[in-house]
Nanobody, 122 residues
Framework: VQLVESGGGLVQAGASLRLSCAAS????????MGWFRQAPGKEREFVAA????????YYADSVKGRFTISRDNAKNTVYLQMNSLKPEDTAVYSC????????????????WGQGTQVTVSS
């Protein structure tokens, strides 16, 4: 099983980035796919999640209205569109497959990607 993130980088405040998470190795239709982030010196936190089967989305309050999670079933890929980025969004962003949105919000997952760095300068 592999979850491979891409799309991170260094941007200025106010810019946008789109992260991708390519999933392979098993069927994820029963999972809730999530994006998480970990800033230096802080614990990993939930950012957003989407139920693979029906596409219902969930967001942390800190990103609601700025970030959009989506999935492309044909490509087995989950995306995180990040707009109006702020310096406090700087972190390593990881995607993961959780058994439920409850698990995702509590940062529990069965499978994790390796992460991609997002740095937002002021």
């Amino acid at each position: 099983v592999q979850l491979v993130e891409s799309g991170g980088g260094l941007v200025q405040a106010g810019a946008s980035l789109r992260l991708s998470c390519a999933a392979s190795g098993r069927t994820f239709s029963s999972y809730t796919m999530g994006w998480f982030r970990q800033a230096p010196g802080k614990e990993r936190e939930f950012v957003a999640a989407v139920s693979w089967r029906v596409g219902i989305t969930y967001y942390a309050d800190s990103v609601k209205g700025r970030f959009t999670i989506s999935r492309d079933n044909a490509k087995n890929t989950v995306y995180l569109q990040m707009n109006s980025l702020k310096p406090e969004d700087t972190a390593v962003y990881s995607c993961a497959a959780s058994r439920s949105v409850v698990d995702a919000r509590e940062v529990r997952a069965d499978y994790w990607g390796q992460g991609t760095q997002v740095t937002v300068s002021s």
